[in-house]
C-alpha cells in the first residue's frame, strides 16, 4: 500500500497470446469453406460438360435426320432444288446457332448458310474421312464452338457417300447460361460464408462464455477473495478444470490459514514471557527497600521467563530447519540406551519436582546410526509430554528394544491421556489439546511436530495409544542402518 493505493502485482503471460477464436476460424475455412468453393466449381464444370455434350449429341441426331432427309429428296443430284431442303438446312443452322456447309463429292460446297464460300471448295481433313465413312465430332474448348461432319448417302441400294454435311455451331450460348448459373451460385456462396463467419462468431463466444466465467471468478481469487467458488457449470472439461483448481485453491486457503494461525500462534507464544518478564520486573521496580531474598527469587522467575522464551524460539528454528528440503542429517554411530540415559538424567528434576517417577527398561543394547542431538531432541520431547501431562504419583516408562532391522523406543505415561479425536492432530505445530495446561506448563506446542519431523528424517515411524485418563503411550521405530 502506498499513499493508500493498493498496487496489484500483474503476472503477463508469456509467448504469444492466440484467442481460441482463431484455431475454430480456421477449421471453419478448413472444413466449411474450401470444401464448399471445390464443390461448386467441380460441380459448375460438370454441369457445362454435361450440357455441352448432350448439345453435341443432339447436333449429331438432327444432322443424321437431315442428312437422310437430303438422300431421300436426292438433294445432291439436284432433284430437290425448290428450297424446302434448303430452307430446312437454314432453320436448323439458325436453331444451332451455327453454320451447314454441303459438300459434294467433288469437294465443292454446294450450300452454306453463310452464302459466303458457295462453289468453292472444301477438303479438309474431316471431309475426307467422312467420304471414306467415319462421322466426326470436334469441340474447341478455347473458341467454345464444335464441328461435326456427316456424310450425306446417295439413295441407290449400293448406298455411295454423294456428299457431307459440315455443321460448326457455337456453345456461346451455353457457356453464358453457365456463367448466369456461376455467378447466382457465387453469391450464395459469399452469402454462406458470411453466415458461416457470423454462426461461428456465435458458436465460439456461446463456447468460451464458461472460460471467460472461470476466469473472472479467478481475477477474483487473485484480488484475494479467496472464498469465492469457482465452480463452474458448462461442459465436462471446463467442470474439471474448475474443481481441479477449486481444490488447488482450497489447500492454498488451508496453507494461508495455516500460516496466518502459525504466525500469529508465534506472536502469541512469543508475547507471553515477555509479558511475564515485564509484570515481574515492573512489580520489582514499584517497590522500595526490596529484600535480596525477594530480588533473588524475581530475578529466577524473570530468567525462567527467558528460558522459555528461548526455547520457543529454539523450537521453532529447530523445526524451520528441519522443515527444509534439503535438511542435513549429521550420522553417527550411537548407543542409544546412553542416550536415553542422559536424557532421563537431565529430566530427573523435573520429574522429581513433578512427582513423577522415571523408569528406563532396556530390553536390549542397541547402537545405531542417527543423528544424534535431533534424536535427542525428539526423545526429550515425547519424555518432557510424558512429565508434564501425568499426575502426582505418576510413572513414566521408557523402554528401549530392536530386532534385526530397527530399534524402538515406547515412552509410556500414567498421565491424563490424549482423546481418540485429537489424536491424529496433536502432531500439528502448535496444536495442544489443553491450550490452557500446555501454557502453563512451559510447553511450546511445537515438541511433537519436532519429534515427528526427526522420525521422518530418519525413515522411521511413530505411534501413538492412549486413552483419556489412562495414560499415553507414544513408540518411536527407527532403522538401525540409515536408509539413504
Ligand atoms: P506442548 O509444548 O504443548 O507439550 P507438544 O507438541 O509436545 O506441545 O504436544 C502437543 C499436545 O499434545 C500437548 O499440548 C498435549 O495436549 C498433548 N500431549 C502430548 N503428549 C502428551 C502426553 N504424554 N499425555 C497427554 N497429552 C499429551
Same mark, same amino acid.
Given at each position: ?17 492466440? %484467442? ?6 480456421? @477449421?471453419?475455412? @478448413? ?18 460438360? %454435361? ?118 455451331? %457455337? ?14 451460385? @457465387?453469391?450464395? !456462396? ?13 458458436? #465460439? ?60 500462534? #508465534? ?172 501454557? !502453563? ?44
Amino acid at each position: 500500500m502506498e499513499n493508500g493505493i493498493k498496487r496489484w502485482h500483474i503476472f503477463r503471460l508469456p509467448g504469444s497470446l492466440v %484467442s481460441l477464436k482463431i484455431p475454430v476460424a480456421a @477449421l471453419l475455412v @478448413l472444413f466449411g469453406v474450401i470444401p464448399m468453393i471445390l464443390c461448386t466449381q467441380v460441380l459448375i464444370g460438370a454441369l457445362r460438360q %454435361s450440357q455441352t455434350d448432350a448439345r453435341m449429341v443432339e447436333v449429331q441426331n438432327q444432322c443424321q435426320i437431315l442428312s437422310s432427309k437430303m438422300t431421300r429428296a436426292g438433294y445432291l443430284r439436284g432433284d430437290a432444288r425448290d428450297g424446302t431442303m434448303d430452307s430446312e438446312i437454314q432453320a436448323m443452322a439458325d436453331v444451332y446457332n451455327g453454320r451447314i456447309v454441303v459438300v459434294n463429292r467433288d469437294f465443292r460446297i454446294v450450300q452454306d448458310t453463310f452464302h459466303i464460300a458457295e462453289r468453292r471448295f472444301l477438303v479438309a481433313e474431316e471431309v475426307v474421312r467422312c467420304f471414306q465413312g467415319e462421322s466426326s465430332s470436334k469441340y474447341n474448348k478455347e473458341k467454345h464452338y464444335f464441328a461435326q461432319a456427316v456424310p450425306i448417302y446417295d439413295n441407290t441400294p449400293v448406298k455411295g457417300i454423294e456428299g457431307v454435311l459440315v455443321i460448326t455451331a %457455337s456453345t456461346e450460348g451455353i457457356m453464358t447460361l453457365m456463367d448466369a448459373v456461376y455467378d447466382k451460385v @457465387l453469391f450464395m !456462396q459469399l452469402l454462406m460464408i458470411l453466415i458461416l463467419l457470423l454462426a461461428a462468431a456465435a458458436v #465460439v463466444n456461446i463456447l468460451l462464455r464458461p472460460f471467460r466465467e472461470l476466469q473472472k471468478k479467478l481475477n477474483q481469487v487473485a484480488a484475494g477473495a479467496l472464498d469465492t467458488d469457482i465452480r463452474t457449470k458448462g461442459y465436462k472439461e471446463i467442470r474439471e478444470i474448475s474443481h481441479a483448481v477449486g481444490n488447488t485453491i482450497s489447500k492454498l486457503r488451508e496453507v494461508d490459514q495455516s500460516r496466518q494461525e502459525f504466525v500469529s500462534n #508465534v506472536s502469541h507464544e512469543l508475547k507471553t514471557p515477555i509479558t511475564s518478564i515485564r509484570v515481574l520486573a515492573d512489580s520489582l521496580m514499584g517497590m522500595e527497600e526490596v529484600p535480596v531474598q525477594l530480588y533473588r527469587e524475581f530475578m529466577e522467575d524473570i530468567s525462567d521467563e527467558i528460558d522459555r522464551e528461548g526455547k520457543i524460539i529454539d523450537d521453532l528454528l529447530a523445526l524451520v530447519k528441519m522443515d527444509k528440503s534439503e535438511a542435513e542429517i549429521n550420522l553417527s554411530q550411537v548407543d542409544i540406551v546412553t542416550l536415553v540415559k542422559q536424557i532421563l538424567k537431565r529430566l530427573r528434576p523435573i520429574a522429581n519436582r513433578r512427582k513423577v517417577e522415571l523408569i528406563l527398561e532396556s530390553i536390549r543394547g542397541v547402537t545405531a546410526d542417527v543423528d544424534e542431538m535431533k534424536l535427542s531432541l525428539a526423545i526429550s520431547n515425547l519424555v518432557e509430554n510424558a512429565i508434564k501431562y501425568n499426575s502426582a504419583d505418576g510413572w513414566v516408562r521408557v523402554t528401549v528394544d530392536a530386532d534385526h532391522k530397527f530399534f524402538y523406543i515406547k515412552v509410556a505415561d500414567s498421565g491424563i491421556g490424549i482423546p481418540e479425536e485429537e489424536q491424529d492432530r496433536i502432531f500439528e505445530r502448535f496444536y495442544r489439546v489443553d491450550k490452557a495446561r500446555s501454557r !502453563q506448563t512451559g510447553g511450546s506446542g511445537l515438541g511433537l511436530a519436532i519429534t515427528r519431523r526427526v522420525v521422518l528424517m530418519h525413515k522411521g515411524a511413530i505411534r501413538l495409544s492412549s486413552k483419556e485418563g489412562e495414560g499415553s503411550t507414544f513408540t518411536l521405530r527407527i532403522p538401525l542402518n540409515y536408509i539413504a
